[in-house]
Nanobody
Framework: QVQLVESGGGLVQAGGSLRLSCAASGRTFSNYPMGWFRQAPGKEREFVSAITWTGTSTFYANSVKGRFTISRGAAQTTVYLQMNSLKPEDTAVYYC????????????????WGQGTRVTVSS
């Protein structure tokens, strides 16, 4: 059974940092792109970042570019999202996703999802 498990969310003050982790199990994810989405209260889920299976190419939403960094662990089955200079508007549930087919910025393109981890940024 495929599983993606996120961790690392929490409450942080504006300007602070958090690092989210996503551990994949149940199949070989080392050959698949992985990504992060988020959903704020009352809003649709939106693309945050993605990384190719080699880790050599990364992609970011304009709203997080320069503040967030996506990376893969050495075993390629873990993906991280380092979030710096957090803002109250970054408050959301963050979801890990794997194995996209098509437009990677669209949540409908991704085959596998984690349960989400909540990030709250206070002002």
């Amino acid at each position: 059974q495929v599983q993606l498990v996120e961790s690392g969310g929490g409450l942080v003050q504006a300007g602070g940092s958090l690092r989210l982790s996503c551990a994949a199990s149940g199949r070989t994810f080392s050959n698949y792109p992985m990504g992060w989405f988020r959903q704020a209260p009352g809003k649709e889920r939106e693309f945050v970042s993605a990384i190719t299976w080699t880790g050599t190419s990364t992609f970011y939403a304009n709203s997080v570019k320069g503040r967030f960094t996506i990376s893969r662990g050495a075993a390629q089955t873990t993906v991280y999202l380092q979030m710096n200079s957090l803002k109250p508007e970054d408050t959301a549930v963050y979801y890990c996703a794997a194995d996209p087919d098509g437009d990677y910025t669209s949540d409908s393109a991704w085959a596998y999802w984690g349960q989400g981890t909540r990030v709250t940024v206070s002002s």
